[in-house]
């Protein structure tokens, strides 16, 4: 039997999209169902004591529905084990308490999710583990913040939120694994559609599947895929023993999401590679930040380790932060809010909304910064939004 989460050989050689489609679902046994049932179930019949049907016992151990997820997810990192968590947060939690103990150290990025920073300072520096910020878009910074022997992950986010920088994974999983540590992708803004870390060299991704795998705005949760066994046994215990798992139905959703992810990311991508045409030409912006642009500094990388360039768009406002606020209370189709991923556009300022709990730190945003998560509505209603908020 195969293991639960794990990817077969057939899937792994279809393409993409076959993937998200069919990968963990297989027609249901007993009736044919072609999408696999959501499996309401807390607990399974044995046949006999320890006489399990493929290994359910528990849904927190494992659950069907969890299980489809957790196939597709990995098929489409390009993963052997995937694993769906309650949340990104709890998938994070899960993931430092299975790699690492008191007395470690990790190095983090310098411009993370600020629900992550928090997690590195409020919660694991309190229990022991030491972290350091270094700009992940520079891998000597990075190589310099290792602390030899004590350092077990280098952790990035890329693109990172809600700067958008790039960090070179294929170089930084070099410079991690010389120091004897792992290298940690956050995948969450480029999604396994755009980016796939694992075959960069890179040891786990992490996502948020709340944003662009689940994409509709509808669930929160979070995944963790990987390829070596040692690490999806670890994984695997700690899963169950936190026990920070989503039920059936969130894993229903989010798996539901999966399905359609690569036509809308393309549909991102061309509405936000069209948003940052606008944003570029409007007097009121100062800056543009996107990947996408040849003067991005981390452009070159991107091209190589990304597919596109993403849905997500900063820019910095000449007016300051009063201007910042004003543009994000005055658009109409951009909903005022935070998370992104999802298929409606948001509109937020990163440093009173996401980015609130790292002001006075290494971390702080600047004040003029407006985030887009730009979605799949028609590209002219966006631009005429955007058109409006900025006082044209
Ligand atoms: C890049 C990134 N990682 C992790 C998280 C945390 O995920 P969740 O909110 O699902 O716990 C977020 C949330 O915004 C995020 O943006």
Not at 184 to 203: C, E, H, I, R
Not at 309 to 335: K, P
Request: net charge negative.
């Amino acid at each position: 039997m195969a293991r639960l989460g794990s990817v077969t050989e057939q899937t792994q050689k279809a393409g993409f999209e076959t993937r998200a489609i069919h990968a963990g679902q297989e027609p249901d046994p007993t009736t044919g169902a072609v999408v696999p049932p959501i499996y309401a179930t807390s607990t399974y019949k044995q046949d006999g004591v320890g006489g399990m049907r493929n290994g359910y016992e528990y849904s927190r151990s494992a659950n069907p529905t969890r299980t489809a997820l957790e196939e597709c997810i990995a098929a489409l990192e390009e993963g052997e084990r995937g694993f769906a968590f309650a949340s990104g947060l709890a998938a994070e939690d899960t993931l430092l308490r299975s790699l690492c103990k008191p007395g470690d150290h990790v190095v983090i990025p310098d411009d993370a999710y600020g629900g992550t920073y928090r997690l590195f300072k409020k919660v694991a520096e309190p229990w022991g583990l030491a972290h350091t910020p270094a700009p992940v878009t520079d891998p000597v910074a990075v190589q310099a913040a290792i602390r030899p022997g004590t350092t077990r992950i280098v952790w990035v986010e890329t693109p990172t939120n809600p700067m958008l920088g790039i960090a070179d994974i294929e170089t930084l999983a070099g410079i991690a694994h010389e120091a004897g540590a792992l290298l940690v992708v956050d995948n969450t803004f480029a999604s396994p559609y755009l980016q796939q870390p694992l075959t960069l060299g890179a040891d786990v991704v992490v996502h948020s599947t709340t944003k662009y795998v689940g994409g509709h705005s509808d669930v929160v949760g979070g995944a963790l895929v990987v390829r070596d066994l040692d690490l999806a046994e670890r994984i695997t215990f700690h899963q169950n023993a936190l026990g920070a798992v989503p039920g059936p139905f969130d894993a229903f959703l989010t798996h539901r999401g999966l399905k359609t992810l690569a036509v809308r990311m393309d549909r991102h991508c061309d509405n936000a590679e069209a948003v940052v045409e606008f944003l570029s030409n409007h007097p009121a912006v100062s800056q543009v930040v996107y990947p996408g642009l040849p003067d991005h500094p981390g452009h070159a990388v991107a091209g190589r380790q990304m597919k596109r360039y993403g849905g997500m768009v900063s820019f910095r406002v000449g007016g300051g932060e009063e201007q910042a606020l004003r543009v994000c209370e005055r658009t109409r189709v951009f909903t005022l809010g935070e998370s992104l991923g999802g298929v409606e556009s948001l509109i937020e300022h990163p440093g009173r909304m996401t980015h609130a709990s790292v002001a006075g730190t290494d971390l702080e945003v600047p004040a003029d910064l407006v985030r887009l998560s730009v979605g799949i509505e028609t590209v002219d209603d966006l631009l005429a939004d955007l058109d409006f908020s900025l006082g044209g």
